[in-house]
């Protein structure tokens, strides 16, 4: 049977987490920023197809498609920061300040990707929402 080892997953969490911390702040700002942006359209888009079928679970099957191309394009969220920079912190491959600075920047981004898809959304005509 195949597994993989904790340990090689745990390395693989610090080395994650020291490359986040080390990211500069434009493009923190950047990956934040689309991260969100790309969330708020996952939601619209799962929301929108509940709505137009009345199938709940067809909105469900929508939405972490969000979160993988999230994943794969390699933009930001701070929900996956708050748990890898802090165990790159503790691995002593990343500071406390470069973690701060990282959730700080990208916190920034989101609000500002969410508000910038919020105002795009509004101005979508009605039958189109």
Do not use: C
Request: hydrophobic content about 55%.
């Amino acid at each position: 049977m195949d597994y993989v080892n904790s340990s090689k997953v745990l390395e693989s969490m610090i080395d994650a987490g020291a490359k986040k911390g080390k990211l500069s702040i434009s493009q923190l700002l950047i990956r934040g920023f689309l991260g969100a942006a790309l969330l708020g359209f996952a939601t619209t888009l799962a929301s929108l197809f509940e709505l137009q079928t009345n199938i709940g679970m067809l909105g469900a099957i929508i939405f972490p498609v969000g979160f993988v191309m999230i994943i794969l394009l390699g933009f930001e969220l701070v929900t996956g920061n708050f748990a890898l920079i802090p165990v790159a912190v503790l691995g002593k491959k990343a500071t406390f300040q470069e973690m701060l600075n990282n959730w700080f920047w990208v916190i920034a981004g989101h609000l500002i990707g969410g508000i910038v898809y919020r105002i795009s959304d509004r101005r979508l005509p009605p039958q189109v929402k």
